[in-house]
């Protein structure tokens, strides 16, 4: 039986289309950041900025920076991650309240802030200086946004897995705090992204992916 060119033009069209094709929009945590595939954008791990300042991070984002190839993020593009996890978040007057049972997960991954203030403070995590089990106090990832605002106040961004019964439920604000652009403390760090890149397929990715449709054709035509 003949297989026309077309054909074959149309499984290799297939094959690369496949290769091409990025994977389904998701949050993918990489130890070190997390991946927001829907925007595009990298988040770097709170946590690894606290204790710093606005200003101290702000010089630090040029070749050879602490945080060389990062930049602020803005209260938009918190807000957009947050509805990127939880759905369609609301917020009234800067607060959401969201889905409580995977709040704890999501501040696990970028980095939970109250931990580094008490590992700081008293040599022990929260847990243990409260003598409660995990997940029977509050946990929450406290950072600075970019300066949407003139002067010296930075906008903050905060997720709050409130874990505690008499604290309510969990919750996020922007631009609900501030602080100012020279004071730095450990339970507080900083938003940074930059963007994602996607890889494109290798060369020799695409020249399987002809030797495939080749491969496909010839068995075809031998009845095969």
Same mark, same amino acid.
């Given at each position: 039986?003949?297989?026309?060119?077309?054909?074959?033009?149309?499984? !290799?069209?297939?094959?690369?289309?496949?290769?091409?094709?990025? =994977?389904?929009?998701?949050?993918?945590? &990489? &130890?070190?950041? *997390?991946?927001?595939?829907?925007?595009?954008?990298?988040?770097?791990?709170?946590?690894?900025?606290?204790?710093? =300042?606005?200003?101290?991070?702000?010089?630090?984002?040029? *070749?050879?920076?602490?945080?060389?190839?990062?930049?602020?993020?803005?209260?938009? %593009?918190?807000? +957009? @991650?947050?509805?990127? /996890?939880?759905?369609?978040?609301?917020?009234?007057?800067?607060?959401?309240?969201?889905?409580?049972?995977?709040?704890?997960?999501?501040? #696990?991954?970028?980095?939970?802030?109250?931990? *580094?203030?008490?590992?700081?403070?008293?040599?022990?995590? #929260?847990?243990?200086? &409260?003598?409660?089990?995990?997940?029977?106090?509050?946990?929450?990832?406290?950072?600075?946004?970019?300066?949407? @605002?003139?002067?010296?106040?930075?906008?903050?961004? &905060?997720?709050?897995?409130?874990?505690?019964?008499?604290?309510?439920?969990?919750?996020?604000?922007?631009? %609900?705090?501030?602080?100012?652009?020279?004071?730095?403390?450990?339970?507080?760090?900083?938003?940074?992204?930059?963007? +994602?890149?996607?890889? %494109?397929? +290798? /060369?020799?990715? !695409?020249?399987?992916?002809?030797?495939?449709?080749?491969?496909?054709?010839?068995?075809?035509?031998?009845?095969?």
């Amino acid at each position: 039986r003949i297989v026309t060119m077309y054909k074959m033009k149309y499984v !290799l069209f297939s094959l690369l289309f496949i290769l091409w094709t990025p =994977s389904q929009a998701a949050i993918i945590d &990489n &130890n070190t950041y *997390t991946t927001d595939t829907t925007s595009g954008l990298d988040w770097l791990d709170v946590t690894l900025s606290v204790g710093r =300042s606005y200003n101290d991070i702000s010089v630090q984002f040029g *070749t050879g920076g602490d945080f060389e190839g990062w930049r602020y993020a803005t209260w938009s %593009e918190y807000k +957009s @991650l947050m509805d990127n /996890i939880f759905g369609d978040v609301t917020f009234y007057l800067e607060l959401a309240l969201i889905d409580g049972e995977r709040v704890d997960q999501y501040v #696990q991954m970028f980095g939970d802030t109250l931990e *580094t203030y008490y590992l700081d403070a008293y040599g022990v995590n #929260q847990h243990t200086y &409260n003598g409660v089990g995990y997940g029977e106090w509050r946990s929450e990832t406290k950072g600075i946004l970019a300066n949407d @605002l003139a002067g010296r106040w930075q906008e903050m961004a &905060n997720l709050i897995d409130s874990t505690e019964s008499w604290d309510g439920p969990d919750w996020t604000n922007v631009g %609900e705090t501030y602080i100012s652009d020279d004071l730095s403390h450990m339970s507080i760090g900083s938003w940074l992204v930059r963007e +994602s890149t996607v890889p %494109e397929p +290798s /060369i020799l990715a !695409l020249f399987i992916a002809g030797l495939a449709g080749i491969v496909f054709v010839r068995r075809r035509k031998h009845g095969e």
